[in-house]
């Protein structure tokens, strides 16, 4: 079992930044990508940006260039750092664990709102 538990989020203005945590507690040792995810109201939930355990990162298209994922092994933690905020960005983000078996985990999310 993997938990994961997300803080952060909040309240920013357009151009504002960001900085979510995902700690994450229990066999975390079966993990092989960490991703975050996040979901508007009305909309499907989309992936932002996923980093393997090998440190390789991925983004999605509308977050390019403004958005880093990273990971502090020592903390057990995967931040997204989030720059230059649009309310497009605003949403529930979700932390997710992929295990090696293919099972995978999610955290509770936390609510990001930007406002213009």
């Known amino acids: 079992q993997v938990q994961l538990v997300e803080s952060g989020g909040g309240l920013v203005q357009a151009g504002g930044s960001l900085t979510l945590s995902c700690a994450a507690s229990?066999?975390?040792?079966?993990?092989?990508?960490w991703d975050w995810y996040r979901q508007a109201p009305g909309k499907q939930r989309e992936l932002v940006a996923g980093?393997?355990?090998?440190?390789?990162?991925n983004y999605g298209d509308s977050v390019k260039g403004r958005f880093t994922i990273s990971r502090d092994n020592a903390k057990n933690t995967v931040y997204l750092q989030m720059n230059s905020l649009k309310p497009e960005d605003t949403g529930v983000y979700y932390c997710?664990?992929?295990?090696?078996?293919?099972?995978?985990?999610w955290g509770q999310g936390t609510q990001v709102t930007v406002s213009s």
């Open positions: 997710k664990a992929n295990s090696v078996s293919g099972y995978n985990y």
């Open positions: 229990g066999s975390i040792f079966r993990i092989n990508i």
């Open positions: 980093i393997t355990r090998g440190g390789i990162t």
